[in-house]
Each structure stands twice: as C-alpha cells, then as structure tokens.
C-alpha cells in the first residue's frame, strides 16, 4: 500500500505524520512526485493480536485500529506543509486469575495525534523536513491532560539518482512519566531492481514504530513486502482503574509478510505475522514499577487501506 505497514528506521512513531514523506511518494514501487496545490488523503488499518500467553500465567489478545486524515499544500518547487489528524484504538482483553493477567490491569486505550509535517527542497538533490506533534494516549477514564505528549522530526535527505534516497535526522518525544527520548532518524528508499526496492516511512496508528521493508512489484497492481520492525505504546491509565491514573507499557518486536493490491487512488494491504520479545508493564502514577511480564511469540493479522482525494 502506498503507507507502508512500518515506521522510518529509527523514526518519530508519536507524529504519526510520514517522516519520509519529503522522498517521492510512491506508486507501483516507482517514485511519483505528488502534485502541486491542495492534495488530501486518507487511510486506516485493523490488526488482530491473537491469544497470546504469558509468562506468569494467562493469557490476552488485542484489536488494535487506526484511521488518520492528512491535508497537504505543496508550492512549485517541492516545498509543502501539512495538517495530519489521526484516531486510533488498541482494545486488549485479558485472561487468566493469576501473574500479570489476573490484575486485568487495562483494556480500551484511545490515540488522538495532531502533526503538522513540513519538507522543502535545497537544491536539486537535497531536500528537509520537520514533523513535529502532539498526541494524547490513555485507556478509557483517564485523565485527559496527564496523557498529552509531544515531539518532533527534523532532518534532510540527498537524492543520489531516481533510484536511491538517503538521509539523516533527529527526533525527540516526551514521555508519559518518563524522560524525553532522543533518537536518530533514518531515511531510505533503494529502488534496487525494476520489481525489487528497500524502503523506510512514517507509522500509522495500529503498525506504530520503527522498521524496514522489502517489496517485491509482482506486477503493476499487486505487490509482496516482507519486514521488521519496533512497536511501543505507553499510555495513562483509568482514573478509577486497577492502578488509578498509573502507566501501562506494551512493546514487542513484529516481523510479517503481506500482499498489497493498488487500483488507481485505492490501496489497501494485507498482512500477517508474529509478535517476538513481547514485554507488557504496569506502573503507578509517578512512572514507578508495579509489575512486568513477558509474552509469548504471539501471531497477528491485518488489513490496511489508502485512499488519495
């Protein structure tokens, strides 16, 4: 699909805006300029996290969806600034009366992300961007002002040929009850054969995080993606919850392979996979740890879309 189902290499998951969006957009794996003037476009996603066991004793499962709206102005010359609004839902269902499962420790956790993604060009190869954001992430209840965090991208991207883009930057998210995060950023796009290109970009909602793909162009509308990638949603907790107002924590590190179908302004992908190093966490309303678990290998599948206005 046009938003791939991962983030940059190391990208800023929070702006939930594409990070690399100041590369090519892409259309049947070649780099398609997109128009100047107003462009709009939307796209969304489901994923289900199947029952999944835990260390201690349990088990859970997860539905996690996204839909995001990006409206974007772009002038003669490349130059372009953006308004990104995006829901999404991670919706867990907890099993078991012992360990980690038996607390029941959260169940629906809300997203709202505002980004504002900007990129200019400098020159004839090089071009910036700068995506900053703010997003709020808690479970149902929550107190609304304490699940507010913010960050932003910056950086620049060489244009080698019509077949490789590569660039630098930096990122910065705040935490809830925990410091800021500092990262690199990474951006690549490799058209390494006619059917057969490497490619970093910007996370949606329910694929957040960091990560690499690999797309094979079987023919002009079907394509084949393998990839990786780091997943990390940290939110506030219910006020009346079994920690009140405290911190949950999920990260894990997915590979999937999928199969995606575009049509005109219409994409839409389907993907499937497995959950590796899965690490849930609970803690109090300062950022201090309660308990923590470990999850199985745990398998997903989902269904992606992308519309272009």
Not at 51 to 73: K, P
Not at 105 to 123: L, Q
Not at 251 to 266: C, V
């Amino acid at each position: 699909m046009r938003s791939t189902m991962l983030g940059a290499l190391v990208a800023c998951a929070l702006i939930g805006a594409h990070i690399s969006a100041h590369t090519a957009e892409q259309k049947n794996g070649q780099p398609e300029a997109p128009p100047d003037g107003w462009s709009t476009s939307v796209d969304g996603g489901v994923v289900y996290q199947f029952d999944t066991d835990l260390d201690e004793g349990g088990d859970y499962n997860a539905t996690r969806a996204a839909f995001r709206v990006t409206s974007r102005y772009q002038w003669e010359g490349g130059t372009s600034l953006g308004l990104s609004l995006e829901y999404g839902y991670d919706g867990y269902d907890f099993s078991g009366d012992g360990g980690f499962a038996g607390l029941d420790p959260w169940s629906d956790i809300h997203r709202f992300t505002v980004a504002a993604p900007m990129r200019w060009s400098m020159g004839q190869n090089w071009s910036g961007f700068f995506n900053p954001g703010i997003r709020s992430t808690g479970e149902s209840g929550a107190s609304f002002s304490d699940t507010i965090t913010g960050g932003a991208g910056i950086g620049a991207a060489y244009r080698f040929s019509d077949r490789l883009t590569i660039g630098p930057g930096i990122g910065v998210i705040s935490q809830i009850e925990d410091s800021a995060t500092v990262f690199p950023i990474i951006i690549i796009n490799w058209k390494m054969t006619e059917r057969l290109s490497l490619e970093t970009g910007g996370g949606l909602g329910a694929t957040l995080g960091p990560g690499l793909s690999l797309h094979y162009q079987a023919t002009d509308a079907w394509r084949l993606t393998m990839g990786g990638r780091y997943e990390s949603l940290r939110f506030r907790l219910d006020e009346d919850g079994a920690v009140a107002g405290g911190v949950g924590k999920d990260k894990s590190y997915p590979l999937f392979i999928g199969a995606g179908y575009e049509k005109g302004p219409l994409a839409f992908d389907v993907v499937g996979g497995f959950e590796f190093g899965g690490e849930l966490r609970l803690e109090d309303s300062d950022g201090n740890k309660i308990t923590e678990d470990s999850y199985n290998t745990g398998g997903f599948l989902g269904l992606t879309f992308s519309y272009r206005l």
